[in-house]
Structures are given as structure tokens and as C-alpha cells.
């Protein structure tokens, strides 16, 4: 099969797994976005693996997955907001464990790498299950309107940048986006923005279209971001996970440098 076809075979199995466990309640929103932050937390510390560095995998893992567990518990009103204090031990822990390690030779290397996929991985993931929980109730359509947003402008992208792509983007990092293709993805969000808009009273207009921006923006340079760390680890995708996607880390880069901007326009400007 050809990658396109690979990509709509995913996507028409994967979207409504997605779609249809953040619609059905908060729980199930929040196990799923724990999983993905785990399995991408761990991608990323693998590519880490293959440039010869020693993150310290399956604690980092977890502690991304104790922030994503927090943010539901706390946000639902099952824990105190003090038990975020929580996420200091358990991040201390990560020195402790490595003055154990004997055959280490780059420690504290291997200590900051760790803390990166904890925050450039687990950090957004925990940041959208806020965003979904804010004001004491669940509200769906903002995360599922993002999804939109934020696929709305990829697949714009890839048929505009395909079909049109002439002006190189960022050739020095990622030589096939063009501006062809970015424009072709505003255009793209736009429109669904207009669509959310309408549909979903959540937001206002004006906030959707905000929102809608802030994902082509930064969701770009979140795919720039990924592609200047696979280049640096000299592979093209970060894995093998999601047919015509690559790996997790490579379907999600755009969400993990969007979701910090999201949240911090809602929560000043809604």
C-alpha cells in the first residue's frame, strides 16, 4: 500500500477509538491520554536509547504517567490541588537512582534527558486533561474541537504542500514542508474553526478561531521541533507504531507544543 493509503486505513480505525473514548466520559478521556503519553514517553526515550544515551526510561515513564494520573484526580475533585507537590518527590527520585547507576558515564546527561521527556512529552498530555476538566466539569467538544484543529491543518498541509509545494518552509530541518503546504493547512483549520464556531457553544467564535491559529503555529513548529530531533539521531520516522504515521511521537509532536499555548490563552482569555 501506498503511505496515503496507509494513513487512511489508520486514521479511519484510529479517529473513532480517539474520538469515541474522549466523548464517552471523563475517565476514559483521561486513561487514554495517559496511555499515549506513556507510549510516546517511551518512544522518545528508545530514539534516545539509539544515540547512545541512558535516560532513565521506565521511571521517567512513570512519573509522566503520575502527572497525567494527578491532573485527572485533582482536576475531579478526588484529591487536593497540594497533592501536586506530589510530582517533586517523585522527580527527585530520578537523581537518586542514577547515583546508583555505576556504569554510567554521563549521568547528569542521562538525568537532563529524562526530565526532557517528562516535560516535552507528559507535561502537554497533563495540560489537556486540565483543559478538558476546567471549571469543575468535563467538557469534551474543547479537546475533540483541537483534534479537529490540529488534523484539519496536518492533512491541509500534506495535500496543499504536496500539490502546490514550491517555497521551502524550514529546508534546513525538514526539507519537504513548504509554504504551499502551511497556507494550505491554515486554510484547512480555518475552516473547521468556522464549523466549531457554529457547532460547539463551548468556545466562542473568536476564542475557536485563537485556538485555531495557535495550532497551525505552533503545531508546525512542534513538527519542526520532532524533526529536528530525528535529524540530530539521524532516522526519519520515530517508529512503527501507526501505519503511514511512523510512531507516536510523530502523529502527536504538533499537540505536545500546542497544549502549553492552548491552555494559557484559555485560562486568560475565557
Known amino acids: 500500500m501506498t503511505n496515503l493509503q496507509q494513513r487512511i486505513i489508520a486514521a479511519v480505525v484510529g479517529v473513532p ?18 496511555i499515549v503519553s506513556a507510549l510516546t514517553q517511551r ?22 504517567s503520575l502527572i497525567c494520573v494527578l491532573a485527572y484526580l485533582i482536576e475531579t475533585g478526588v484529591l487536593h490541588t497540594d497533592s501536586y507537590f506530589l510530582i517533586c518527590p517523585a ?14 558515564r554521563k ?23 486540565v483543559l478538558a476538566l476546567r471549571g469543575n466539569a468535563y467538557h469534551p467538544a474543547i479537546i475533540v474541537g483541537c483534534l479537529l484543529l490540529l488534523w484539519a491543518s ?8 504536496t500539490r502546490f509545494g514550491r517555497r521551502k518552509l524550514f529546508e534546513r530541518i525538514s526539507p519537504k514542508k513548504s509554504w504551499e503546504g502551511a497556507i ?6 480555518s475552516l473547521v474553526a468556522a464549523g466549531l464556531a457554529y457547532f460547539a457553544p463551548e468556545l466562542r467564535p473568536w476564542q475557536w478561531y485563537c485556538v485555531g491559529g495557535i495550532i497551525v503555529v505552533t503545531g ?20 512503527t507504531s501507526i501505519p503511514g504515521h511512523g510512531g507516536f511521537l510523530d502523529r502527536f509532536d504538533g499537540l505536545l507544543l500546542a497544549a502549553p499555548f492552548i491552555i494559557t490563552f484559555l485560562k486568560l482569555f475565557a
Not at 110 to 128: D, E, K, Q, R
Not at 184 to 189: K, M, P, Q, T, Y
Not at 220 to 239: H, N, P, Q
Open 17 to 34: 477509538i480517539i474520538i469515541g473514548m474522549i466523548l464517552y466520559d471523563a475517565w476514559t478521556f483521561a486513561l487514554l491520554f495517559t
Open 43 to 64: 518512544e522518545f526515550y528508545k530514539l534516545l536509547g539509539l544515540d547512545g544515551f541512558e535516560p532513565l526510561t521506565a521511571y521517567g515513564t512513570v512519573v509522566g
Open 91 to 104: 522527580s527527585s527520585m530520578v537523581f537518586l537512582i542514577k547515583l546508583y547507576k555505576k556504569r554510567d
Open 107 to 129: 549521568p547528569f546527561t542521562n538525568i537532563g534527558f529524562t526530565f526532557l521527556g517528562i516535560i516535552y512529552v507528559a507535561m502537554p498530555f497533563a495540560l489537556l486533561i
Open 154 to 161: 496536518d492533512i491541509g498541509a500534506y495535500f496543499a504542500g
Open 184 to 189: 494550505g493547512g491554515a486554510i484547512s483549520a
Open 220 to 239: 508546525t513548529y512542534g513538527d519542526l521541533v520532532e524533526s529536528l530531533f530525528k535529524r540530530s539521531i539521524a532516522i526519519k520516522d520515530s517508529g
